[in-house]
């Protein structure tokens, strides 16, 4: 296996010296997984919540870190929310996608603010071989199905892969519970000379989802017509060349836009105050979030032994948002902020590439809060007498203010809740690590010890206005914590047909009023994967601890309890060949295989036990 993303260069699995996983697709399609969020359960080190439903809000955390301070990319182009900072994995769909790599802290250094957590990067599928044209369907309880249609090949010196995909679903609650996405993506490679390459691609996603639980901060509120659409782009052009045997540079642009709307029409049968406001008023909002940036980056190497990485990138993060209440507004954002950052990289490999030793830094320059300096360090050598290897690193990162915490404008009678003289979260982190290989390579142990310090965490306080209503609050630099945690891998390739995954994850924590809501102590997953012949089967299951939670209703604080889920897929390969079919399959997916009554977040109770079965076929040379 082959990462990019721990070193912005091709590196081979046992020579990457941080904690990184690689999802294949081949796993992906084991899983039958119809979104990226499903197959990051499977992750050691993340917690995965979604509040509800197919669709609605989900969120994911990389050793304790909040959402905001986990970087995710597409193909190298964030996507994080410039309003709130974190990505919403609800509409991610898996078509299309190659790998997705996942760097567990560490990511300052090459990749700049909210990779305190860490880096996720989703990256698509480049076209290769013969034309190849494939089409599924599939359908299950609820309402739900599920089309897919795929492109992807060479021809002459262009490489090209395309998807389409449609979700649509009922859900499973009495009303205002359905979920309809409408997915595409595209990448193109055009061979420019032998050394030279031009790269497009795009992202297009629409979505539509009914939110049951949108009052559920209301005894039996139950909304009828609370409604969300989402809309996203992404496109970027990257050009790549060799310019001698140890030199090479690319350069790229990017743009990503959100549009979001979000309605709310009143219930007539219910009444209630929030605040002082009606809790079921008619309300409208809009976000146009959006991240333009180009980069810079080469790559020179000496020998075998040294490569040096130094990249400049520019981004100019907008938002532009406007909402209101049975017609009074409740304020608007139309802001833009700009950020340079630079980054330098040396990677040296000594002993037959035993010891690995990998020092970088990185400067940013905010419009905003200044200069900011994030250095790491890693490394890892190897006993190649045992097939031992240690790790060992340290890192610095940092995650900037978001577009709302800087200008969200007053409301309700506030004055403003964004503060301009916001300093950026700061954070160091050290991690220590063992791998193990046993028996030919057939088992694979690994643990990875960490500690992670944040200062100057946002959060809020009251608002310097004494005339302000008691409940408005601001922005501010507050807060301090600190994590602490171990993570366990164990991988057994049990007979030639049958391989066994598993990983656990403790985390410890010390945080201003001892807690942390939505993340337990412990967490921990197996899969189990048996393929003979022409039949396939994957078998997951997920255990989540205890944690801390916040009730939905009164706002205090509450104890989650633990919870296991199951979920099971297959694949069937039907002995259908010819000159243009090259495969036909049925497969099929049961989530929450016991049909287990859980929460991942109070208020918001996970869907039942749905299954999805389908059928996929083929075509080509």
């Known amino acids: 296996r082959v990462f990019v993303t721990p070193t912005r260069t091709e590196t081979p699995s046992e020579q990457v010296t941080t904690s990184a996983t690689v999802i294949s697709a081949a796993e992906i399609e084991n899983q039958q997984a119809e979104t990226v969020l499903e197959v990051l359960r499977q992750v ?168 049951f639980n949108s009052n559920n901060f209301v005894p039996g509120g139950r909304d009828p017509n609370s409604r ?173 203010p978001t577009l709302n915490e800087l200008f969200f404008p007053p409301g309700f009678g506030c004055a403003a809740f964004g503060n301009p003289d916001l300093d950026p979260e700061k954070s160091w982190e050290l991690n220590a690590g063992v791998e193990q290989t046993l028996l030919r390579d057939r088992v694979t142990v690994a643990a990875t010890v960490f500690h992670r310090e944040v200062s100057d965490l946002m959060s809020t306080g009251p608002t310097p206005d004494p005339g302000d209503p008691a409940f408005c609050v601001r922005a501010e630099n507050l807060g301090r914590a600190r994590f602490d945690g171990v993570e366990w891998l164990l991988n057994i390739k049990l007979l030639s047909f049958l391989s066994l995954g598993a990983n656990y994850t403790y985390l410890d924590w010390d945080t201003a009023d001892g807690r942390l809501n939505r993340r337990p102590r412990h967490r921990g997953s197996m899969s189990l994967n048996y393929f003979y012949d022409r039949f396939r089967l994957n078998f997951d299951a997920h255990l989540v601890g205890k944690r801390d939670d916040v009730d939905s209703i009164t706002g205090a604080s509450i104890k989650k309890g633990s919870y296991a889920r199951f979920d099971l897929a297959g694949s069937y390969q039907l002995p259908v060949k010819t000159t243009l079919v090259k495969d036909v399959s049925l497969f099929g997916r049961i989530e929450n295989l016991l049909n287990r009554k859980y929460e991942e977040a109070d208020g918001f109770r996970a869907r039942p036990v749905n299954f999805l079965l389908g059928i996929r076929a083929a075509f080509g040379g």
């Not at 990503?256 to 309300?283: A, M, N, V, W, Y």
Request: aromatic residues 12%; hydrophobic residues 35%; neutral net charge.
């Open 44 to 211: 050691p080190g993340l917690d995965v919540v979604q509040t509800g439903s197919r669709g609605t809000g989900a969120s994911v955390f990389i050793r304790g870190a909040e959402a905001d301070q986990v970087l995710v990319l597409i193909d190298g182009v964030e996507v994080n929310s410039t309003t709130v900072g974190a990505f919403n994995f609800a509409h991610l769909t898996t078509e299309n996608i190659e790998r997705i790599e996942i760097l567990r802290g560490a990511g300052g250094t090459l990749y700049g603010s909210q990779a305190i957590g860490g880096v996720i990067n989703i990256i698509t599928k480049r076209g290769r071989g013969p034309a190849e044209f494939g089409l599924s369907a599939e359908g299950g309880n609820g309402s739900t199905h599920r089309q897919t249609l795929s492109l992807s090949g060479e021809a002459g010196r262009i490489g090209y892969s395309f998807s389409g995909a449609r979700i649509a679903s009922d859900g499973f609650r009495p009303f205002n519970d359905d979920y309809r996405n409408l997915a595409a993506s595209g990448r193109l490679d055009y061979k420019v000379t032998d050394d030279a390459l031009l790269k497009g691609i795009f992202r297009f996603n629409k979505t539509a989802v009914g939110l």
């Open 228 to 400: 969300e659409a989402v809309t996203q782009y992404l496109g970027k052009i990257e050009w790549e060349q060799r310019i001698l045997k140890e030199w090479d540079y690319r350069i790229a642009g990017s743009i990503f836009k959100e549009h979001i709307k979000h309605s709310d029409d009143p219930d007539p049968l219910r009444d209630c105050q929030f605040f002082g406001f009606p809790c079921d008023s008619r309300t409208r909002s809009r976000f146009r979030p959006q991240i333009s940036s180009a980069e810079f980056q080469t790559n020179y190497r000496f020998g075998d032994w040294s490569t040096t990485t130094f990249g400049t990138e520019f981004k100019r993060r907008k938002a532009s948002t406007s909402s209101s209440s049975d017609g009074f507004p409740l304020g608007e954002i139309n802001k833009a902020i700009r950020n340079m950052g630079y980054y330098l990289q040396e990677q040296i490999k000594l002993f037959g590439d035993r010891l690995i030793l990998i020092p970088g830094i990185r400067l940013d320059d905010h419009q905003t809060f200044g200069s900011e300096w994030s250095p790491s360090f890693s490394s890892s050598y190897l006993f190649s007498e045992t097939a031992t290897r240690v790790k060992f690193g340290y890192a610095e990162a940092f995650k900037a």
